[in-house]
T-cell receptor, first 114, second 111 residues
Framework: DAGVTQSPTHLIKTRGQQVTLRCSPKSGHDTVSWYQQALGQGPQFIFQYYEEEERQRGNFPDRFSGHQFPNYSSELNVNALLLGDSALYLC?????????????FGPGTRLTVL | DAKTTQPPSMDCAEGRAANLPCNHSTISGNEYVYWYRQIHSQGPQYIIHGLKNNETNEMASLIITEDRKSSTLILPHATLRDTAVYYCIVSVGGTASKLTFGTGTRLQVTL
């Protein structure tokens, strides 16, 4: 049973550039959530996708956008990168309709902005 | 989502039980208690969750007080591989809601 996968593992970009991160959910899951984790902090919720639409959004600017594909995989796009966007980006998947919607996390993508 | 309070750090000797406390005094009746842990630079790992009854799985036990205002995660026989940051989170179940992480408890298991 495949778990949540993310690509790439590491990424280095410069300020002002754009980046796309990818996530494949756990087999059988239909919902993808994205989190940002700065060094020394707990993960912070960015947004969640279900049925190819953004369902919830945290306190992140419009530079952060996403997409969910018919196969439930998802992308996170960040435009006009800032130094402060350097973080571990985590993807979590879950299945809507289950009593507790437990979210399972991928290994993350480490983004460094120079 | 209700907020949680956890001690910033704890130590435990290998082979002993690790008891990690969490306060969630403003928890609502429909909110579950979740525990995740994060080993350095990896994605958070789901451990266990519960509503009001005590729960046990192959990883840990979760004890929730009768008034649901606090809980304890128990790792019965801690090993060095259990060294991690442990997060206690309360979240409404059934809605795929977001998880609100605090700063967690850094558990250090020592020989």
């Amino acid at each position: 049973d495949a778990g949540v996968t993310q690509s790439p593992t590491h990424l280095i970009k410069t300020r002002g550039q754009q980046v796309t991160l990818r996530c494949s959910p756990k087999s059988g899951h239909d919902t993808v959530s994205w989190y940002q984790q700065a060094l020394g902090q707990g993960p912070q919720f960015i947004f969640q996708y279900y049925e190819e639409e953004e369902r919830q959004r945290g306190n992140f600017p419009d530079r952060f956008s996403g997409h969910q594909f018919p196969n439930y995989s998802s992308e996170l796009n960040v435009n006009a990168l800032l130094l402060g966007d350097s973080a571990l980006y985590l993807c979590a998947s879950s299945l809507v309709g289950q009593l507790t919607d437990t979210q399972y996390f991928g290994p993350g993508t480490r983004l460094t902005v120079l | 989502d209700a907020k949680t309070t956890q001690p910033p750090s704890m130590d435990c000797a290998e082979g002993r039980a690790a008891n990690l406390p969490c306060n969630h005094s403003t928890i609502s009746g429909n909110e579950y208690v979740y525990w995740y842990r994060q080993i350095h630079s990896q994605g958070p790992q789901y451990i266990i969750h519960g509503l009001k009854n005590n729960e046990t799985n192959e990883m840990a036990s979760l004890i929730i007080t009768e008034d649901r205002k606090s809980s304890t995660l128990i790792l019965p026989h801690a090993t060095l591989r259990d060294t991690a940051v442990y997060y206690c989170i309360v979240s409404v179940g059934g809605t795929a809601s977001k998880l609100t992480f605090g700063t967690g408890t850094r558990l250090q298991v020592t020989l």
